[in-house]
Protein backbone atom coordinates (compact mmCIF):
# COMPACT_ATOMS: atom_id res chain seq x y z
CA UNK A 1 0.00 0.00 0.00
CA UNK A 2 1.49 3.71 -0.93
CA UNK A 3 1.37 5.64 2.15
CA UNK A 4 1.33 8.98 0.15
CA UNK A 5 0.14 8.77 -3.26
CA UNK A 6 0.33 11.40 -6.24
CA UNK A 7 -1.81 11.96 -9.44
CA UNK A 8 -0.23 12.15 -12.07
CA UNK A 9 3.70 11.60 -11.86
CA UNK A 10 4.24 13.14 -15.08
CA UNK A 11 2.17 16.50 -16.38
CA UNK A 12 3.27 17.95 -19.53
CA UNK A 13 1.12 21.10 -20.52
CA UNK A 14 0.87 24.47 -22.57
CA UNK A 15 2.00 27.63 -20.90
CA UNK A 16 -1.68 29.47 -19.89
CA UNK A 17 -3.15 26.25 -19.24
CA UNK A 18 -4.84 25.32 -15.46
CA UNK A 19 -3.37 22.13 -13.67
CA UNK A 20 -4.62 20.13 -10.70
CA UNK A 21 -2.32 17.75 -8.94
CA UNK A 22 -3.94 15.23 -5.97
CA UNK A 23 -2.16 13.70 -3.28
CA UNK A 24 -3.54 11.27 -0.87
CA UNK A 25 -2.41 9.64 3.01
CA UNK A 26 -3.22 6.42 4.43
CA UNK A 27 -1.11 7.13 6.83
CA UNK A 28 -3.26 8.85 9.24
CA UNK A 29 -1.05 11.86 9.80
CA UNK A 30 -2.69 15.46 10.59
CA UNK A 31 -0.68 17.37 8.40
CA UNK A 32 0.07 17.57 4.74
CA UNK A 33 2.37 19.79 2.69
CA UNK A 34 3.41 20.50 -0.79
CA UNK A 35 7.14 20.93 -1.47
CA UNK A 36 8.81 22.13 -4.78
CA UNK A 37 11.92 21.12 -6.04
CA UNK A 38 13.20 22.76 -8.94
CA UNK A 39 15.75 21.51 -11.41
CA UNK A 40 19.23 21.89 -8.99
CA UNK A 41 17.23 19.60 -6.84
CA UNK A 42 16.29 22.46 -4.26
CA UNK A 43 13.44 22.07 -2.27
CA UNK A 44 11.10 24.42 -0.77
CA UNK A 45 8.22 24.43 0.84
CA UNK A 46 5.25 26.02 -0.49
CA UNK A 47 1.89 25.11 1.64
CA UNK A 48 1.01 23.32 4.85
CA UNK A 49 -2.57 21.96 6.00
CA UNK A 50 -3.21 20.84 9.56
CA UNK A 51 -5.95 18.91 9.35
CA UNK A 52 -7.80 20.77 6.67
CA UNK A 53 -6.39 24.30 7.91
CA UNK A 54 -4.03 26.54 6.28
CA UNK A 55 -0.96 26.47 8.53
CA UNK A 56 1.60 27.56 6.01
CA UNK A 57 1.40 29.45 3.25
CA UNK A 58 5.06 30.54 1.69
CA UNK A 59 5.71 33.26 -0.53
CA UNK A 60 4.15 31.83 -3.80
CA UNK A 61 2.20 33.45 -6.87
CA UNK A 62 -1.17 33.60 -6.11
CA UNK A 63 -1.88 31.60 -9.08
CA UNK A 64 -1.21 28.31 -6.69
CA UNK A 65 -4.24 27.74 -4.38
CA UNK A 66 -3.90 24.17 -2.02
CA UNK A 67 -7.38 22.61 -1.02
CA UNK A 68 -7.71 20.39 1.43
CA UNK A 69 -11.07 18.42 1.35
CA UNK A 70 -10.03 16.26 4.51
CA UNK A 71 -7.28 15.41 6.60
CA UNK A 72 -6.21 12.79 4.38
CA UNK A 73 -6.42 14.32 0.65
CA UNK A 74 -4.15 17.76 -0.34
CA UNK A 75 -5.02 18.88 -3.77
CA UNK A 76 -2.82 21.63 -5.61
CA UNK A 77 -4.16 23.89 -8.25
CA UNK A 78 -2.15 26.14 -10.98
CA UNK A 79 -3.89 28.90 -13.25
CA UNK A 80 -2.17 30.09 -16.22
CA UNK A 81 0.80 28.03 -16.01
CA UNK A 82 4.25 29.57 -16.68
CA UNK A 83 7.29 28.13 -18.12
CA UNK A 84 9.24 28.80 -14.69
CA UNK A 85 6.24 26.54 -12.98
CA UNK A 86 8.16 23.48 -14.37
CA UNK A 87 9.50 21.64 -11.51
CA UNK A 88 9.01 18.63 -9.39
CA UNK A 89 6.41 19.11 -6.68
CA UNK A 90 5.89 16.83 -3.88
CA UNK A 91 3.58 15.84 -1.22
CA UNK A 92 4.52 14.98 1.96
CA UNK A 93 2.69 14.35 5.02
CA UNK A 94 3.78 14.11 8.92
CA UNK A 95 2.42 13.16 12.33
CA UNK A 96 1.81 15.98 14.97
CA UNK A 97 3.50 14.53 17.67
CA UNK A 98 6.66 13.96 15.74
CA UNK A 99 7.07 16.49 13.19
CA UNK A 100 10.12 14.95 11.61
CA UNK A 101 8.28 11.93 10.70
CA UNK A 102 8.08 13.15 7.07
CA UNK A 103 6.71 10.79 4.73
CA UNK A 104 7.06 11.83 0.68
CA UNK A 105 5.32 10.91 -2.22
CA UNK A 106 6.82 10.18 -5.06
CA UNK A 107 6.57 13.60 -6.97
CA UNK A 108 4.55 14.74 -10.25
CA UNK A 109 6.95 16.25 -12.66
CA UNK A 110 5.40 18.93 -14.03
CA UNK A 111 6.97 20.16 -17.45
CA UNK A 112 5.10 23.48 -18.88
CA UNK A 113 6.16 24.29 -22.72
CA UNK B 1 22.68 33.83 2.15
CA UNK B 2 21.10 30.59 2.37
CA UNK B 3 19.82 28.86 6.01
CA UNK B 4 21.18 26.02 5.43
CA UNK B 5 24.68 25.29 3.46
CA UNK B 6 25.42 22.21 1.61
CA UNK B 7 28.22 21.09 -0.72
CA UNK B 8 25.82 19.58 -4.11
CA UNK B 9 28.82 17.44 -5.27
CA UNK B 10 29.20 15.21 -7.34
CA UNK B 11 30.82 13.04 -4.89
CA UNK B 12 31.99 9.67 -6.27
CA UNK B 13 33.53 7.06 -4.09
CA UNK B 14 35.10 3.12 -4.66
CA UNK B 15 32.72 0.88 -2.86
CA UNK B 16 33.58 0.00 0.81
CA UNK B 17 34.34 3.74 1.13
CA UNK B 18 33.59 5.42 4.14
CA UNK B 19 31.65 8.38 2.93
CA UNK B 20 31.25 11.80 5.34
CA UNK B 21 28.31 14.29 3.78
CA UNK B 22 28.14 18.37 5.93
CA UNK B 23 25.67 20.79 6.36
CA UNK B 24 26.15 24.20 7.68
CA UNK B 25 23.35 26.44 9.53
CA UNK B 26 23.15 29.73 10.03
CA UNK B 27 19.70 29.50 12.43
CA UNK B 28 20.48 28.46 15.97
CA UNK B 29 16.63 28.07 16.10
CA UNK B 30 16.91 25.45 13.94
CA UNK B 31 16.29 22.29 16.63
CA UNK B 32 15.46 19.23 14.67
CA UNK B 33 17.99 17.93 11.92
CA UNK B 34 17.45 15.23 9.62
CA UNK B 35 19.35 13.54 6.80
CA UNK B 36 17.22 12.15 3.82
CA UNK B 37 18.31 10.13 0.94
CA UNK B 38 16.59 10.06 -2.80
CA UNK B 39 17.05 8.02 -5.29
CA UNK B 40 16.88 9.77 -8.84
CA UNK B 41 12.75 9.99 -9.62
CA UNK B 42 11.72 9.45 -6.37
CA UNK B 43 10.66 11.48 -2.83
CA UNK B 44 13.01 11.81 -0.56
CA UNK B 45 13.38 9.03 2.20
CA UNK B 46 13.98 9.76 6.32
CA UNK B 47 17.22 7.93 6.58
CA UNK B 48 17.58 9.61 10.09
CA UNK B 49 17.01 12.35 12.56
CA UNK B 50 18.48 13.73 15.56
CA UNK B 51 17.55 16.01 18.34
CA UNK B 52 20.70 17.19 20.35
CA UNK B 53 24.03 17.30 19.77
CA UNK B 54 25.95 14.16 19.81
CA UNK B 55 25.79 11.18 17.78
CA UNK B 56 23.28 8.85 16.06
CA UNK B 57 24.25 5.70 14.61
CA UNK B 58 22.03 2.99 12.56
CA UNK B 59 23.87 0.29 11.07
CA UNK B 60 26.27 2.16 8.64
CA UNK B 61 25.04 5.26 8.91
CA UNK B 62 26.10 7.63 11.87
CA UNK B 63 24.64 11.92 12.49
CA UNK B 64 26.86 13.02 14.18
CA UNK B 65 25.10 16.96 15.07
CA UNK B 66 27.37 20.11 16.89
CA UNK B 67 25.00 22.84 17.83
CA UNK B 68 28.09 25.18 19.11
CA UNK B 69 29.49 25.06 15.24
CA UNK B 70 26.06 24.66 13.84
CA UNK B 71 27.68 21.89 11.41
CA UNK B 72 25.93 18.31 11.04
CA UNK B 73 27.44 15.32 9.43
CA UNK B 74 26.93 11.71 7.94
CA UNK B 75 29.22 9.13 7.87
CA UNK B 76 28.43 6.09 5.71
CA UNK B 77 30.48 3.28 6.80
CA UNK B 78 31.35 0.08 3.83
CA UNK B 79 29.55 2.18 0.84
CA UNK B 80 27.95 0.10 -1.29
CA UNK B 81 26.19 1.05 -4.94
CA UNK B 82 22.98 0.61 -3.81
CA UNK B 83 24.08 3.80 -1.80
CA UNK B 84 24.16 5.65 -4.86
CA UNK B 85 21.63 8.39 -4.49
CA UNK B 86 21.00 12.37 -3.57
CA UNK B 87 21.88 12.74 0.30
CA UNK B 88 19.63 16.34 1.71
CA UNK B 89 20.18 17.48 5.51
CA UNK B 90 16.87 19.04 6.64
CA UNK B 91 16.34 20.77 9.55
CA UNK B 92 13.21 22.31 12.08
CA UNK B 93 12.99 25.44 13.82
CA UNK B 94 10.66 25.02 16.91
CA UNK B 95 8.85 28.23 16.06
CA UNK B 96 8.32 27.47 12.37
CA UNK B 97 6.07 24.74 13.25
CA UNK B 98 7.02 21.49 10.75
CA UNK B 99 8.94 23.43 8.02
CA UNK B 100 11.42 21.28 6.68
CA UNK B 101 14.39 23.76 5.06
CA UNK B 102 16.46 21.91 3.24
CA UNK B 103 20.18 22.18 1.58
CA UNK B 104 20.56 21.65 -1.69
CA UNK B 105 21.74 18.15 -1.58
CA UNK B 106 24.79 16.13 -2.59
CA UNK B 107 24.70 13.53 -5.32
CA UNK B 108 27.02 10.42 -4.67
CA UNK B 109 27.92 7.79 -6.62
CA UNK B 110 29.31 4.56 -5.24
CA UNK B 111 31.64 2.89 -7.59
CA UNK B 112 31.83 -0.74 -7.74
Known amino acids: DTAVSQTPKYLVTQMGNDKSIKCEQNLGHDTMYWYKQDSKKFLKIMFS???????INETVPNRFSPKSPDKAHLNLHINSLELGDSAVYFC????????????FGSGTRLTVV | QKEVEQDPGPLSVPEGAIVSLNCTYSNSAFQYFMWYRQYSRKGPELLMYTYSSGNKEDGRFTAQVDKSSKYISLFIRDSQPSDSATYLCAMIKETSGSRLTFGEGTQLTVNP
Open chain 1, 49 to 55: YNNKELI
Open chain 1, 92 to 103: ASSPRARVYGYT
